[in-house]
């Protein structure tokens, strides 16, 4: 009696006065929904299993007397007002079936053991396994008994209530035990196997569930005790197996040898032993099979070549519902009709457990469907489970009813804690359950599929190869989120998927890290030809990953923007800027419309006014950009706010009369022109108060027009006759007007009274002239021609008639011939602090010089086709539009500075942040610096007669000193934001090097001939109370670095040698102390810095590494690390601030950064190529997120190293996205779903 209990007969009589089963069923049902506990809750107060809980709630089992108490406790705990009541029920049941026979069929479940009296039909077949079982263990047999049988033969029934019952009966002396793998677990099976002692026979049932269940760690473990087992000569193993394992079985040896012995093999049953297996177990309780019935099931049942191995447990299901459903002795052939036939009484019974539990069919189908399994051959087969399993991925508060009805009618079978369907036959026999099977199919297959290959994974040593990838993969990930899926999983399982995961997800790592590396190198081609390409590549490549590659493309743009690029369409386009609110107006020569760009604090609009009648030929906006004047090819001007898109007024530059014409001396409007003073208008200009508009008329000249308020247009107020303009431009202080022909000529003159001529320019060769600009200061004038030349004049104010010019005005040339473009110059700009000047040419460049020092300001912009036209939008923004449609912006923010055709070689930024200095040999540069690193002010410091500069400068830390190095040894040092300086004497060379102590009290200065000079700086520094030392090192002495405590000071030398001088000597009369000399390198050792928070020494060296060194112990320093890569000799170390990072620069114009975290393990981050050919020193900011360098030409460039506000800055300064041809062309269509 499995479990302790009882199984009664529902169908038999019982007396009047006790209740019926069904009742007291009713009964106990109603409490337990009343008590709105779960079966397993009440199981663990209880102190009883999940399945007996159930079996005594339905009445499957009635409980014995030496359970009472437990009974009590369960009926007290559902609610129960008398429990003893509802106890004595329940033993009144037990005494009306008390000596009648119980029902002799077992329907789906197997025979026990103890059932072998009603167990009739394998007679023949148990006696030769008897046989077979006891002549393996007579003779010591080392491997097993193989008995194999379909699904429904009959082999776990046979197993027990055939050969255990009998070796139990006839050999008592045999110790005989019988286990599954589903009903023990992995653990016990081991200790029953391992604790096993012959002699005697081990039955091991349902042997698939080791080939497929158990993940290889439980595996190896099983087959290890299953062989030392099989290997003991006083016991004989019997093994049940089904024979679609048949093949998996034969992998393993021992099974092998079992199989290729004589095993036994479960065939279908014979009609007399159908016969028996009908009759005989009814004769045994006294129950009679009418012969009629006998026939019907033979007939039903098939011959032995049929499908008796499905139908046997149909057979037994049909007797046992028959016996069930009926309280008359005789089991007839009536009542067999009534139940539909064999097939379909188990399908009945299915559909009203169904029916009854009321949970409908996604809870049951989720049950079932996790009861279930495909075998080898792919048909399902029942899978055991374990309750909490199917509690926590299963259909919640329902399952436990679901669980509970199904195995009250015997069609699952609950063992301690799991569960199982009770035969395969309900698979196949109740077709919603065969339909959900098929529903779910493709993921049963899956989840198979999975399972075999981590098998194969484990048994080929976790053999890479072997793990999940792709589709199959992505199909593992699905089953794992489904819960009814995942539970199926074993821990190998998930290792095997886990282990996939990270395999596929280093392949995708190198893949986009091969990707990013790709992405970073065409970002650095299309640097020259298209900035703002180049720049969404390189964001791309870091999105993409972050390599040190496209870190190194993203962090070097950041040292100048390559600016927005807005779309439009090809041809000849035309600009305007609003010089106060830096709006833009451009137009499309395709569409006829012009599109008007308004920057706000957050973001950026975008309008597009028109279509305009006839191609638009120029554009001007107010200062304030409230006011868009667009001029066209038929002569027309219109006004518009472009704020609010309106048109405010139209009109025609009238020329009323013919009058002689500024610069040619020629009178009246040509032949062949629109009318009386109508052409097309090539150039238009506000007055600053927006008051006045300037319209160029090409063949008649400028028209001065009133604009009021509202912006209606007045009669013109004005005319300057000119013959063929191209272009105009203002001086309102002075009332000049210069105006550029189409003859190349370049003409100045008054804008109020009578048309005057002050100045005109004109060159044999030069072409048109289509360009002119006045600085905003009024100091400058520019033109532009067709040959490539760009003029540049100086206007200054005369008593008399002046050289160049009259009427007051001066004019004197400036050379710019030498900065030639290859073609036409086709428009010019001032920046509105009249220190830049721009120019654009037909050969696609952008050039910007200052006007200070008449030499190139940047590096030229170069862009895709012809531009157009030129306009600063601010003093760092430059604007361009080309050919190609597009408008484009430029920073130009380092040129502020200006260059010279001098190297700079050091820069130094003070604790703050607020200043910076760099130095060549000509000169000193101060800026003081805004919030995000540009400068908003800077001062030129020039050499003292016969005190030329060396190149070497510092500031003190707090930003209130600078010192400047000289080439005879003497140092220069003022205050930053003030006049007067003084000369700090004791070195007779040229310095190399400057550096402040971390505190501001020392100045140390590093002299080519050997000597290092420090110098004490009190309080009175700026009456010159200085105190001095020096100690000589091996010449020429490069480069000098404090530590942070101030006790330690490094100096490098050309000889190779890094020297070590302890400083607490100076507090005494001991001066410097040399305390270690050291080679860091093969080669000169130059940059010196140290680790602000560590005695760590990073020196870099001409043999182009970089090494650092333990200093803890400043008379034995060890080196950490040495760094490599360079190509150009490591000019300059620093530390950031915050000790994280090393940046190098070197001779060949690259940055490298590391992470310095690890001083042992240094990490490359980024080596960042400067636009200029060497950097030959760097500085960090203070807070670490941004890097400056210098190098040739006195250029400074500052690079964001935070890549996140790297990527919001760049795409910030993008404007237009790429289209979508754009992006197939670059190749990017499949690279991102985000257009850059």
């Known amino acids: 009696m499995a479990g302790g209990m009882e199984m009664i007969d529902p169908g038999i009589h019982v007396r009047a006065e006790i209740p019926t089963r069904e009742s007291v069923v009713a009964e106990l049902e109603r409490l337990k929904k009343s008590s709105a506990r779960s079966y397993r809750s009440l199981a663990r107060e209880v102190g009883l299993s999940f399945s007996t809980v159930c079996d005594w709630i339905k009445l499957t089992h009635l409980p014995f007397p030496r359970q009472r108490d437990h009974f009590v406790a369960l009926v007290r705990a559902m609610g129960a007002q008398d429990p003893e009541h509802i106890y004595s029920m329940v033993q009144g049941l037990r005494e009306a079936v008390r000596d009648r026979p119980r029902n002799p069929y077992r329907g789906l479940r197997p025979f026990t053991e103890g059932e072998s009296r009603l167990f009739f039909g394998r007679e023949a077949l148990t006696d030769r396994l008897v046989h077979q079982t006891l002549e393996g263990l007579e003779r010591g047999r080392a491997h097993p008994v193989m008995v194999i049988g379909a699904s429904g033969s009959g082999k776990s029934s046979i197993l027990r209530a055939g050969l255990m019952a009998e070796l139990i009966a006839d050999h008592p002396g045999l110790g005989v035990d019988y286990m599954t793998l589903a009903e023990l677990g992995v653990d016990e099976t081991v200790a029953r196997l391992s604790g096993f002692r012959g002699p005697g026979v081990v039955i091991v049932d349902q042997f698939e569930e080791w080939l497929s269940g158990a993940r290889a760690p439980d595996a190896a473990r099983l087959m290890t005790a299953f062989a030392e087992l099989s290997n003991a000569s006083d016991v004989q193993v019997v093994v049940g197996i089904r024979s679609d394992y048949f093949a998996?079985?034969?992998?393993?040896?021992?099974?092998?040898?079992?199989?290729?012995?004589?095993?036994?093999?479960?065939?279908?049953?014979?009609?007399?032993?159908?016969?028996?297996?009908?009759?005989?177990?009814?004769?045994?309780?006294?129950?009679?099979?009418?012969?009629?019935?006998?026939?019907?099931?033979?007939?039903?049942?098939?011959?032995?070549?049929?499908?008796?191995?499905?139908?046997?447990?149909?057979?037994?299901?049909?007797?046992?519902?028959?016996?069930?459903?009926?309280?008359?002795?005789?089991?007839?052939?009536?009542?067999?009709?009534?139940?539909?036939?064999?097939?379909?009484?188990?399908?009945?019974?299915?559909?009203?457990?169904?029916?009854?539990?009321?949970?409908g069919e996604a809870a049951c189908r989720l049950l079932f469907t996790q009861l279930v399994e495909l075998g080898p051959d792919g048909q399902a087969t029942r899978r055991v489970c374990r309750i909490d399993d199917l509690h926590r991925h299963g259909a919640g508060a329902d399952l436990e009813t679901l669980v509970a009805e199904f195995a009250s009618g015997r069609l699952l079978t609950l063992d301690r804690d799991t569960v199982t369907i009770s035969h395969e036959a309900l698979l196949t026999s109740w077709p919603r359950l065969a339909t959900w099977i098929e529903q779910e199919r493709d993921r049963l297959e899956a989840m198979n599929r999975l399972q075999a290959a981590c098998l194969t994974w484990r048994r080929t040593g976790e053999d890479p190869a072997g793990l999940l990838r792709g589709s199959l993969l992505a199909t593992a990930g699905e089953l794992e989120s489904l819960p009814h899926m995942a539970v199926r999983l074993t821990a190998d399982d998930r290792e095997f998927i886990s282990a996939s995961r990270r395999a596929e997800q280093r392949r995708a790592e190198a893949a986009a890290a091969a990707r990013s590396r790709d992405l970073a190198m065409r970002s650095d081609l299309w640097t020259r030809i298209d900035p703002n390409t180049s720049a969404r590549l390189a964001i791309l490549a870091y999105e993409t990953a972050a390599t040190v590659e496209a870190r190194s493309a993203l962090i070097g743009m950041t040292a100048s923007l390559p600016g927005a690029r807005y779309l439009g369409g090809p041809g000849p386009t035309v600009l305007a800027v609003a010089g106060g609110s830096g709006t833009i107006a451009y137009s499309n020569p395709v569409t006829g419309q012009v599109r008007v760009l308004e920057t706000f604090a957050d973001h950026e609009s975008s309008t597009?006014?028109?279509?305009?009648?006839?191609?638009?030929?120029?554009?001007?906006?107010?200062?304030?950009?409230?006011?868009?004047?667009?001029?066209?090819?038929?002569?027309?001007?219109?006004?518009?706010?472009?704020?609010?898109?309106?048109?405010?007024?139209?009109?025609?530059?009238?020329?009323?009369?013919?009058?002689?014409?500024?610069?040619?001396?020629?009178?009246?409007?040509?032949?062949?022109?629109?009318?009386?003073?109508?052409?097309?208008?090539?150039?238009?200009?506000?007055?600053?108060?927006?008051?006045?508009?300037?319209?160029?008329?090409?063949?008649?000249?400028?028209?001065?027009?009133?604009?009021?308020?509202?912006?209606?247009?007045?009669?013109?107020?004005?005319?300057?006759p000119v013959r063929s303009v191209?272009?105009?431009?203002?001086?309102?202080?002075?009332?000049?007007?210069?105006?550029?022909?189409?003859?190349?000529?370049?003409?100045?003159?008054?804008?109020?009274?009578?048309?005057?001529?002050?100045?005109?320019?004109?060159?044999?060769?030069?072409?048109?002239?289509?360009?002119?600009?006045?600085?905003?200061?009024?100091?400058?004038?520019?033109?532009?021609?067709?040959?490539?030349?760009?003029?540049?004049?100086?206007?200054?104010?005369?008593?008399?008639?002046?050289?160049?010019?009259?009427?007051?005005?001066?004019?004197?040339?400036?050379?710019?011939?030498?900065?030639?473009?290859?073609?036409?110059?086709?428009?010019?700009?001032?920046?509105p602090t009249s220190r830049l000047l721009a120019a654009a040419s037909s050969d696609g460049m952008l050039r910007v010089w200052g006007v200070d020092t008449l030499a190139p300001a940047t590096g030229d912009r170069r862009h895709p086709t012809v531009v157009t036209a030129v306009r600063f939008r601010d003093p760092t923004t430059v604007v361009t539009t080309a050919e190609d449609g597009t408008a484009r912006t430029w920073d130009v923010g380092d040129a502020l500075i200006g260059h010279s055709e001098d190297s700079a070689w050091s820069?130094?930024?003070?604790?703050?942040?607020?200043?910076?200095?760099?130095?060549?040999?000509?000169?000193?540069?101060?800026?003081?610096?805004?919030?995000?690193?540009?400068?908003?002010?800077?001062?030129?410091?020039l050499p003292h007669p016969g005190h030329d500069f060396s190149g070497a400068a510092a500031l003190s830390p707090g930003g209130d000193w600078y010192a400047i190095g000289t080439r005879t040894g003497p140092i220069r040092v003022g205050p930053v934001d003030g006049d007067g300086d003084q000369l700090f004497t004791g070195l007779d060379a040229l310095v190399e090097h400057l550096a402040f102590s971390s505190d501001g009290s020392l100045l140390g200065a590093a002299g080519r001939d050997g000597r290092v000079g420090l110098w004490r700086l009190g309080l009175g520094l700026g009456d010159g109370g200085t105190e001095f030392e020096s100690f000589e090192v091996c010449p020429p002495a490069l480069a000098l670095a404090f530590d942070s405590g101030g006790g330690l000071l490094a100096v490098t030398s050309e000889s190779g040698d890094t020297t070590l001088a302890g400083l607490d000597g100076l507090d005494s009369t001991g001066g410097p102390e040399v305390l270690s000399t050291f080679r860091p390198g093969d080669s000169f050792a130059l940059g010196v810095a140290f680790h602000p928070d560590r005695p760590v020494l990073a020196v870099g060296n001409a043999d182009?590494?970089?090494?650092?060194?333990?200093?803890?112990?400043?008379?034995?320093?060890?080196?950490?690390?040495?760094?490599?890569?360079?190509?150009?000799?490591?000019?300059?170390?620093?530390?950031?601030?915050?000790?994280?990072?090393?940046?190098?620069?070197?001779?060949?114009?690259?940055l490298w950064i590391w992470d310095v975290s690890s001083l042992r393990s240094p990490r490359l981050v980024a080596r960042i190529r400067s636009p200029e050919q060497g950097v030959y020193a760097v500085a960090f900011w203070p807070l670490a997120d941004r890097i400056s360098g210098v190098g040739p030409r006195h250029r400074c460039f500052t690079w964001t190293l935070d890549e996140d506000r790297a990527v919001k800055m760049i795409r910030a300064a993008l404007g237009d996205e790429l289209t979508a041809d754009e992006s197939e062309v670059l190749g990017l269509a499949s690279d991102s779903e985000d257009p850059l």
Not at 262 to 274: A, D, H, K, L, Y
Not at 671 to 687: C, E, Q
Not at 1109 to 1115: E, G, K, L
Not at 1117 to 1129: H, V
Request: contains cysteine.
């Open 248 to 359: 998996r079985a034969s992998t393993h040896e021992l099974l092998l040898a079992g199989l290729q012995d004589t095993p036994t093999v479960i065939g279908p049953m014979t009609s007399e032993e159908v016969t028996r297996a009908i009759v005989r177990p009814a004769t045994r309780v006294s129950l009679t099979v009418e012969p009629e019935l006998v026939a019907q099931l033979l007939a039903e049942f098939g011959e032995p070549s049929g499908s008796g191995s499905v139908s046997l447990p149909l057979l037994s299901h049909v007797l046992y519902v028959l016996v069930e459903s009926s309280d008359r002795r005789m089991i007839g052939i009536d009542h067999y009709r009534e139940l539909g036939g064999m097939r379909t009484a188990l399908e009945n019974t299915a559909e009203e457990a169904f029916t009854a539990t009321h949970c």
């Open 608 to 720: 597009h006014l028109g279509p305009f009648g006839s191609d638009v030929t120029s554009l001007a906006l107010s200062h304030d950009g409230r006011m868009l004047a667009v001029g066209r090819l038929d002569g027309t001007v219109e006004v518009w706010d472009p704020t609010v898109a309106r048109r405010l007024d139209s009109f025609v530059p009238i020329v009323s009369s013919p009058v002689d014409c500024l610069g040619t001396g020629a009178g009246g409007p040509p032949s062949g022109s629109n009318g009386p003073g109508r052409d097309a208008v090539t150039a238009l200009r506000f007055s600053r108060g927006g008051d006045l508009l300037w319209s160029a008329v090409r063949q008649f000249g400028c028209v001065c027009s009133p604009i009021d308020g509202d912006g209606t247009v007045a009669e013109p107020l004005g005319f300057v």
């Open 726 to 831: 191209l272009d105009l431009a203002l001086d309102e202080e002075r009332g000049l007007i210069a105006v550029s022909t189409a003859d190349g000529a370049v003409s100045l003159g008054r804008t109020g009274g009578a048309a005057e001529q002050i100045w005109c320019h004109r060159t044999d060769g030069s072409g048109p002239a289509p360009a002119v600009a006045i600085s905003p200061d009024g100091r400058l004038l520019a033109a532009g021609f067709h040959d490539g030349r760009v003029g540049l004049w100086a206007l200054r104010t005369t008593s008399g008639s002046g050289t160049g010019g009259i009427g007051g005005i001066g004019v004197d040339r400036l050379e710019l011939d030498r900065h030639k473009f290859g073609t036409w110059v086709n428009s010019v700009d001032f920046d």
């Open 907 to 941: 820069l130094d930024i003070d604790r703050s942040g607020r200043f910076a200095i760099t130095a060549s040999r000509n000169e000193a540069r101060i800026a003081e610096v805004g919030t995000d690193s540009s400068p908003v002010d800077f001062r030129r410091i």
């Open 1104 to 1150: 182009r590494s970089v090494s650092l060194w333990d200093c803890a112990q400043p008379r034995q320093p060890r080196i950490l690390s040495r760094l490599r890569g360079p190509a150009g000799s490591t000019f300059a170390v620093e530390f950031s601030p915050d000790g994280r990072r090393l940046a190098v620069g070197t001779t060949d114009g690259v």
